[in-house]
């Protein structure tokens, strides 16, 4: 286990290291947050947002739960939504799920974990409403995965419904949510092709995906 200590070393070399590639770096991103893209993202140590995707520090507005919910009643979710799209006028919002999820796997199987019993309830809201679909799944990792699949289009249509997003798009903002599942096994990023522009879009785009996955073979 590494001591606290080592930490801050670590802190010190990262940030040698910025400066001598880019001596202004620092300075930069003192000075203006301007990203364009809100991660909404789980908890996961093993799922860094920046470095998924290949953007420095400053490029990317991030948010992150166990088993990345978004429910109308999480003042938390919704106050840093409401931020990225009205303040920072971010054009994309990115709901990023991860396969493997241990909350979604929890969730899942009624396993029992304390607390966050309650807050992985919403999971298991998506669970019994797909509850064939999943249950034709003979093996329980393809199970746990395609209800991480579920449980990120749900959010997109959550997202979608909320009064921040409503109103940016009353007034003519350009905003889209995009739902992606991230691998752990090779660090890709699978595009659930439930992206929407609109409330409408969000429903469809979520039907769509939901009858394509009931098409599919386990």
Not at 77 to 96: C, F, N, R, T, W
Not at 113 to 126: A, M
Not at 141 to 147: H, T
Request: some cysteine.
């Amino acid at each position: 286990m590494k001591a606290i200590h080592e930490l801050f070393e670590n802190n010190r070399n990262w940030s040698e290291r910025m400066r001598e590639d880019d001596p202004s770096f620092f300075r930069r991103l003192a000075n203006q947050q301007s990203p364009e893209y809100l991660w909404i993202g789980c908890s996961d140590s093993r799922v860094p947002a920046n470095q998924i995707i290949g953007l420095a520090p400053g490029e990317v507005f991030v948010h992150r739960n166990v088993a990345n919910v978004v429910v109308h009643t999480d003042l938390n979710a919704l106050s840093v939504i409401q931020y990225a799209v009205d303040v920072l006028q971010v054009k994309h919002i990115l709901v990023v799920g991860h396969y493997g999820c241990g909350g979604v796997g929890a969730a899942l199987t009624n396993r029992r974990l304390g607390l966050i019993d309650n807050w992985l309830r919403h999971v298991q809201d998506v669970r019994d409403l797909h509850e064939p679909l999943l249950d034709a799944i003979e093996e329980p990792a393809k199970r746990v995965n395609r209800l991480c699949e579920l449980n990120v289009m749900q959010q997109v249509v959550n997202i979608s419904q909320t009064s921040v997003l409503r109103e940016a798009w009353e007034r003519g903002q350009q905003v889209m949510i995009h739902g992606w599942c991230y691998s752990l096994a090779n660090g890709l990023v699978s595009n659930l092709d439930v992206s929407a522009g609109s409330r409408n879009e969000a429903i469809e785009g979520y039907r769509d995906a939901v009858s394509r996955l009931r098409t599919q073979r386990p």
